[in-house]
């Protein structure tokens, strides 16, 4: 019996959760938010974001992509990456918004996926833009820089 159990347990596959590696190798658990209905809802009502957790973004094309900060109730840092997974735009300490109308963040340079962090992150891991960090499990991205 104690041996169809091991033989069980080491058959069932390892369900890893995506994860995200920055430059001073500090790690990030992300959740994806890869379909329309997950990019609308994004981190809206949740009043905490776990300090290794982040949600990541991840588009079809490059592109200028705006995010706002309407029903989400704690700070976050948005930090734009290339298809490659270099940093392109940090916007840092994006405040809440209750009430229309809410700032937009906007890339200055096209970018296929964008995370988000609890603000102060960015600083605190010394992210700036070209940098760049390793994703792994995570469908479709980075593409190793093709568009």
Known sequence: MLALLIVLATAAPVKTSP???V???GRLVLELALT??????????????????????????DDILSFWMKNT?????IIWFDAGGRIVDISADAQPCRADPCPKFTNSRP??????VNAGYAGAHDLKPGAAATFQGVPRFPTGGRT
């Open 19 to 21: 994860l995200c590696v």
């Open 23 to 25: 430059p001073d190798g």
């Open 36 to 61: 329309d209905q997950e990019k609308a809802t994004g981190l809206m009502y949740r009043d905490k974001l776990p300090a290794d957790h982040g949600m990541l973004f991840v588009f079809d094309r």
């Open 73 to 77: 109730l704690i700070p976050l840092d």
């Open 111 to 116: 970018a296929r996926a964008v995370l988000l």
